[in-house]
């Protein structure tokens, strides 16, 4: 069965410095790729998709996600995070029926310090 | 931009009793979903519908029902609530027209079974 596995609960990051968070698929072939953000009580928004092409896929507010297939990981990466960053972030793969949606890692929960 | 509308935001039942959860998109979307979204799970299918009519189980579906009265409308069914149906539950709608369509989210409905 696919599964998508984020290895961090938590993160705790300063306001200005890198952040990456972690994500691997287990798959038979490769699904299409989402990570998506959740503020605090709200609900899910893309923050960008891979499903072909080049490996690197940029997203909304200057983040971007690296598509690895030898190593079956698509990791989130953002070079300077703002205190409004502070969210809850999934990774996510396409179910092999498309029509049942999507496979939800756990999540991750940013917290951004000044 | 999709809109997906959930009510009620929070609801409070008793343990026995019958709560609705509404969802209603107005993107014309053919797929509609729900999911649960509890701490160390992650979010988790629990229906899905890809038309007016239409009902798919997912992979959490025991103790509920849903039904989708229009392409706009789909509503989940507790009728005989539980406290392990204590969630976050939301809805998603999409259009799975293309191979990697985004799922867009309501903001949630907060259900607590005493």
């Known amino acids: 069965a696919q599964s998508v596995t984020q290895p961090d609960a938590r993160v705790t990051v300063s306001e200005g410095a890198s952040l990456q968070l972690r994500c691997k698929y287990s798959?038979?072939?490769?699904?299409?790729l989402f990570w998506y953000v959740q503020y605090q009580r709200q609900g899910l928004q893309l923050l960008l998709k891979?499903?072909?092409?080049?490996?690197v896929v940029q997203g909304v507010n200057g983040f971007e996600a690296e598509f690895s297939k030898s190593d079956s990981s698509f990791h989130l990466r953002k070079a300077s995070v703002h205190w409004s960053d502070s969210a809850v972030y999934f990774c996510?793969?396409?179910?092999?029926?498309?029509?049942?949606?999507?496979?939800f890692g756990l999540g991750t929960r940013v917290s951004v310090f000044p | 931009e999709a809109a997906v509308t959930q009510s009620p935001r929070n609801k409070v039942t008793v343990t026995g009793g019958n709560v609705t959860l509404s969802c209603r998109q107005t993107n014309s979307h053919n797929y509609m979903y729900w999911y649960r979204q509890d701490t160390g799970h992650g979010l988790r299918l629990i229906h899905y519908?890809?038309?007016?009519?239409?009902?798919q189980i997912g992979d959490v579906p025991d103790g509920y029902k849903a039904t989708r009265t229009t392409q706009e409308d789909f509503f989940l069914l507790l009728e005989l609530a539980s406290p392990s149906q204590t969630s976050l539950y939301f809805c998603a709608s999409s259009d799975w027209t293309s191979s990697a369509e985004t799922l867009y989210f309501g903001s949630g409905t907060r259900l607590t079974v005493l």
């Open positions: 519908s890809y038309g007016a009519g239409n009902l």
């Open positions: 798959y038979s072939g490769t699904p299409y």
């Open positions: 996510a793969a396409s179910h092999h029926n498309y029509a049942q949606g999507l496979t």
């Open positions: 891979y499903y072909s092409g080049d490996p």
